[in-house]
Nanobody, 130 residues
Framework: QVQLVESGGGLAQPGGSLTLSCAAS????????IVWFRQAPGKEREGVSCIGGRDGSTTYADSVKGRFTVSKDNAENTVSLQMNSLKPEDTAVYYC???????????????????????WGQGTQVTVSS
């Protein structure tokens, strides 16, 4: 079965850290760029970060640049999102998805033109609150 499964969400205090994981099954991460998205209540889905399949290129949304770091472990076939200096506005459900048309990351993560995203995970809730 081809799928992505997210884990690692939870409650963090402002300024705190969380690490999310995205485990792939049924395909190798080398095939596609993997994109992290988030969606807060009442807001549109936002691309957060991207990591390339073969070259490991990375891109970040301006809102998380310098605070979030995306990485991948090819042996474990997982992608991680290390989130530091968390802010209340980072509260959202976080999803990972494969870019079925691209294996490299360019431009803004999560842009829709020229991209098709699939194998969506079920999402993991991140709440930043004191």
């Amino acid at each position: 079965q081809v799928q992505l499964v997210e884990s690692g969400g939870g409650l963090a205090q402002p300024g705190g850290s969380l690490t999310l994981s995205c485990a792939a099954s049924g395909f190798f991460l080398d095939y596609y760029a993997i994109v992290w998205f988030r969606q807060a209540p009442g807001k549109e889905r936002e691309g957060v970060s991207c990591i390339g399949g073969r070259d490991g290129s990375t891109t970040y949304a301006d809102s998380v640049k310098g605070r979030f770091t995306v990485s991948k472990d090819n042996a474990e076939n997982t992608v991680s999102l290390q989130m530091n200096s968390l802010k209340p506005e980072d509260t959202a459900v976080y999803y990972c998805a494969a870019d079925l048309e691209k294996s490299r990351c360019t431009g803004v993560p999560g842009e829709t033109r020229g991209h098709t995203y699939g194998y969506w995970g079920q999402g993991t809730q991140v709440t930043v609150s004191s």
